[in-house]
């Protein structure tokens, strides 16, 4: 039977609460106290008999999301990284003689190319999250609501939102969406997702199926999962029961703390056969307040490709203990190479905590770029420590969707700096080829030798953010400008978004 990873709109189905009568063993002859491992003492009639007031207090503040798109022709909505994925590798096709004209016509049919001359299909798909502040930011997976024209919330009591898109993650596959209310909304706090052990017990709620409200209980089953789905693979295994409409769901542990995000789930049928993964709190956290701040997330880069060390790389070159991560291939315009660091050296050390090549992506872009860092390097033999100062990643961020209008000019023309910055709208987008989802504040125009063309900006560079404030209109740029020099600074620093990814420009505001 082929078993599928299947990234869906997750959890649910009937998982019956483990009994908390467990049977006594028959009483052993008596021994010596003294015989009794201290390990073993331990009951585990500790367990609550019943899970209803942990859940009575935490569903409240899980919500059922409810997305609509529109699909363009050629685009799948049957993907198994969407919120509505299909459980089926596709349509079977029914069995006919061969070369019968009825075989022909269901394999031309099921084999059919949608004509760019075909009109656009609505999609409606289901998902969870979760609230995490009294003014409505709600966490979810980037799955549920990537392709969404309309993102709409339903609370516990019924109550149906409206949700506005904040920012989201493909790469950890996070996304952050807002509600709005007169009154506070119910909240559930993060715990500490390192301290959760194998073995520990789990609670699940979601929205499986459109089962609003749906709880199951498990365990954890393992830790530091990798499943294949991206460089920062870290996830919580459980075998709580987890279906289509459970992702971003959360993952709670006894104390009703959020420990993990329901994501994925291990599959033959597209239902829960006790196999799925849970973005760690601690893990998700650092992205989540990015996210909520800016709208997406900056990574920290160095500019290497790595692999895990095995044993047997470790045996070939001499290096004991068996660990790190081997380089294998160095960027020439990223960190590593200008700290001269070299195919083949082994980086087993980040700021002193020892690290393997699988966990060292996921470090290193939690790293905020601009931080002074410090790699412990094993090269032929010899130990050193290396001082990178992390840069941000080349690789553009997933951005939330445009604003329908811009607010103020559409056009901001600095002389004195030497150009021109303009909305991004259907115009701009077609000239320099812009994304759809791509925010801020595009250059339009630079002149020859002024202060912009000196610092390396070009037409199409998108400027994202000013101060590390994020920025959507020349209005929004602008603003930020004037605080700049009200606070008397000579330069102001810039994200930009070129054609070789995000880099910082530090402009001079004097334009020398």
Avoid: C
């Avoid at 949700?163 to 996304?175: E, F, H, P």
């Avoid at 002193?352 to 090549?357: A, L, R, T, Y």
């Avoid at 939330?400 to 559409?410: I, L, R, W």
């Amino acid at each position: 039977m082929k078993h599928r990873l299947v990234l869906a709109a997750l959890m649910g189905g009937w998982v019956s609460a483990a009994s908390s009568a467990f049977a006594d063993p028959a009483p052993a002859p008596a021994a010596p106290a003294a015989a009794a491992p201290a390990a073993l003492a331990r009951s585990v009639h500790a367990a609550p008999d019943s899970l209803a007031d942990l859940a009575a207090s935490l569903l409240p503040a899980v919500v059922n999301i409810s997305i609509s798109a529109t699909l363009k022709p050629g685009e799948d909505d049957d993907d198994d990284d969407g919120p509505d994925a299909s459980p089926d590798d596709g349509p079977q096709v029914p069995q006919f003689p061969p070369g019968s004209p009825m075989e022909k016509f269901f394999h031309d049919y099921m084999n059919r190319s949608p004509s760019p001359s075909d009109p656009p299909r609505k999609m409606q798909a289901l998902g969870s999250g979760f609230i995490i502040s009294p003014d409505g930011f709600i966490v979810t997976n980037n799955h549920v609501i990537k392709d969404a024209d309309k993102v709409s919330v339903t609370l516990q009591d019924g109550t149906v939102l409206p949700a506005k898109i904040v920012g989201r993650d493909s790469r950890t596959d996070l996304a952050v969406i807002k509600i709005e209310s007169k009154t506070p909304f119910p909240t559930v706090p993060f715990g500490d997702s390192d301290k959760a052990r194998v073995g520990d017990r789990v609670l699940a709620i979601g929205n499986p199926f459109g089962l609003s409200g749906t709880v199951t209980s498990g365990i954890v089953s393992s830790r530091g999962r990798d499943i294949n789905h991206g460089l920062y693979d870290d996830y919580i295994q459980t075998d709580a029961s987890i279906n289509r409409g459970n992702s971003g769901g959360p993952l709670f542990n006894l104390d009703g703390q959020v420990i993990g995000i329901n994501t994925a789930i291990y599959s033959s049928s597209g239902g829960s056969i006790g196999i799925g993964f849970a973005i760690p709190a601690n893990d998700a956290r650092g992205v989540i307040d990015q996210l909520r701040r800016d709208g997406h997330v900056s990574r920290g880069w160095i500019g290497v490709r790595v692999q895990n060390v095995t044993h047997e790389i470790a045996d070939s070159i001499g290096l004991k203990p068996e660990k790190g991560a081997m380089i294998a291939g160095i960027d020439p315009k990223g960190p590593a190479s200008a700290a001269k660091l070299q195919t083949g050296d082994v980086i087993t050390a980040l700021n002193g905590k020892p690290i393997d090549g699988h966990a060292l992506p996921r470090l290193v872009a939690e790293i905020a770029p601009g931080t002074k860092t410090v790699f412990g390097i094993w090269r032929k033999g010899k130990t050193m420590d290396v001082t990178l100062v992390v840069k941000p990643s080349p690789e553009a961020p997933d951005m939330p969707p445009s604003d329908a209008k811009v607010k103020g000019p559409s056009k901001l023309a600095l002389a004195d700096l030497g150009v021109t910055f303009s909305a991004i709208d259907d115009e701009t987008r077609g000239k320099y080829s812009l994304s759809d989802s791509q925010r801020g504040v595009v250059v339009t125009d630079v002149t020859r030798d002024g202060a912009a063309d000196t610092r390396g900006l070009q037409p199409g560079d998108v400027v994202t953010e000013v101060q590390q404030v994020a920025v959507n209109s020349p209005d929004a740029l602008s603003k930020e400008l004037a605080r700049a020099r009200q606070q008397k600074k000579h330069t102001v620093l810039l994200l930009v978004q070129g054609q070789d990814g995000l880099r910082w420009v530090p402009l001079p505001l004097s334009g020398d």
